[in-house]
């Protein structure tokens, strides 16, 4: 019998805390439910803005939701290097090739760093590699400044794409060196 006093004493002080919980969800639910007719009321007065505003909010959205990350980057530098390999030198456009080799050489010395912006996402060069520990990368005088940050910029992500591989991979078919040579009859 003792234990099951002990029981009902326990039941009835976890309905209490139940009871105690409900009124601040109760509360809750009127706040969000006068939000709610607060909104449709201002949607009813000016549709135009609020259009606007759900366009604005849903790009956003879009634009962070589709944010390209570092293995996306990763994933289309090699793609691009696949393409590229396939052809031969004299099909192959040097622009394409360059600019191809300069990210390997940047990647292969470990000096792309990935810096997620929220709606975009860069890819930046850096003048040491991120494992070195030396003088010239810890001394604050000889750290690259804000008034150069633009030229190390080598790649920049929006909305699942890469805008500087994209392009310089446009026209990587074609050799403007060898089409210049050759006459058109």
């Known amino acids: 019998r003792r234990g099951y006093a002990m029981s009902s004493t326990r039941a009835t ?13 109760i509360n809750t639910f009127f706040d969000y439910k006068a939000v709610a007719k607060d909104c ?19 790009g956003a959205m879009y634009m962070w939701h589709n944010n390209p990350d570092e293995q996306s ?4 530098v090699t793609s691009n290097s696949n393409e590229l ?17 300069s990210l390997w050489t940047y ?3 470990k000096q792309l760093r990935y810096v997620n912006c929220g709606f975009f996402s860069l890819i930046i060069s850096s003048p040491q ?24 910029i080598v790649d920049v992500g929006v909305v699942g794409l ?14 403007d060196e060898q089409l210049s040579k050759t006459t058109v009859v």
């Open 129 to 152: 590699p991120t494992v070195c520990k030396s003088y010239d990368h810890e001394c604050l005088h000889l750290k690259p400044g804000p008034i150069t940050f633009h030229k190390r």
């Open 73 to 76: 980057y990763q994933s289309k």
């Open 85 to 101: 390999i396939l052809l031969s030198d004299t099909v192959r456009n040097l622009r394409s090739a360059e600019y191809l080799r």
């Open 162 to 175: 890469w805008l500087y591989a994209n392009r310089e991979m446009q026209d990587y078919d074609i050799n």
């Open 107 to 109: 990647q292969n010395g």
């Open 40 to 58: 449709l009321t201002g949607i009813r007065k000016r549709p135009i803005r609020s259009v606007r505003n759900l366009i604005l909010f849903g």
């Open 13 to 25: 002080g976890a309905l209490k805390s139940l009871r105690n919980l409900g009124q601040p969800v």
